[in-house]
């Protein structure tokens, strides 16, 4: 069964510092991985996604992710931190089989202090 | 931009009523799907639905759940006779692709709906 981690539930960072969001992920496969991010009283957006080809790829509002298929791990990063980027984040992945359902990670709080 | 819309944003019921949900998603997607998140956890794939028939399930959508849609528009989530332990944010989400349609399978990018959250007493 397929499987994400999202170690922390929360994760602190100064407005103007480099912010990672960490997500591992356990699937037998080839796994296609989507970060979501949650703001109050709001469902799910799409932030970005892996599917193949370059390891780096960019998203919304400025986001990165990094898919390291060694480390299984697939990382929510951005070089210079927003208040605004404040809410709740989930990693995500598939594999293509079954439903395409999306496996979620419990989430992480991303808090920017101004 | 368009939005996946969910009725009603929030609904108490007492254990053993039948409790629907009901969503509209985008209206040139072709799959629909149910997710739950309990408080504090994970959100968990409960249905998705394809051509007016589930395309899968989770062993978490047992006899008491039940997906239709009733019209061409709204998708609805019912639960036949709700259990303390349903209490939840339910979200419907709905994507453009689907496994049969272009594009690798398990590629869609879903857009959820705010989520109707639902307290059993």
């Known amino acids: 069964a397929q499987s994400v981690a999202q170690p922390e539930d929360q994760v602190n960072v100064a407005e103007g510092n480099p912010l990672t969001v960490k997500c591992t992920y356990s699937?037998?496969?080839?796994?296609?991985l989507f970060w979501y991010v949650q703001y109050p009283n709001r469902g799910l957006q799409f932030l970005l996604k892996?599917?193949?080809?370059?390891?780096l790829v960019k998203g919304s509002y400025g986001f990165e992710a990094e898919f390291n298929k060694s480390q299984t791990s697939f990382h929510l990063k951005k070089p210079s931190a927003l208040v605004s980027d404040s809410a709740l984040y989930f990693c995500a992945v598939s594999t293509g089989g079954g439903a395409d359902g999306l496996t979620f990670g419990k989430g992480t709080h991303l808090i920017i202090q101004p | 931009e368009p939005e996946v819309t969910q009725t009603p944003s929030h609904q108490v019921t007492q254990m053993g009523q039948e409790v629907i949900l009901r969503c509209v998603p985008i209206?040139?997607?072709?799959?629909f799907y149910w997710y739950r998140q309990i408080l504090g956890q994970k959100v968990e794939f409960l249905v998705s639905f394809y051509n007016n028939e589930i395309s899968e399930k989770s062993e978490i959508f047992d006899d008491q759940f039940s997906v239709e849609r009733p019209d061409g528009s709204n998708f609805t989530l019912k639960i036949r006779s709700t259990k303390l332990e349903d209490s939840a944010m339910y979200f419907c989400a709905s994507s453009e692709l689907g496994r049969i349609a272009g594009g690798p399978p398990g590629a869609n990018v879903l857009t959820f709906g705010a989520g109707s959250r639902l307290t059993v007493l």
């Open positions: 699937v037998s496969g080839n796994p296609y």
């Open positions: 892996y599917i193949t080809g370059d390891n």
């Open positions: 209206s040139n997607h072709l799959y």
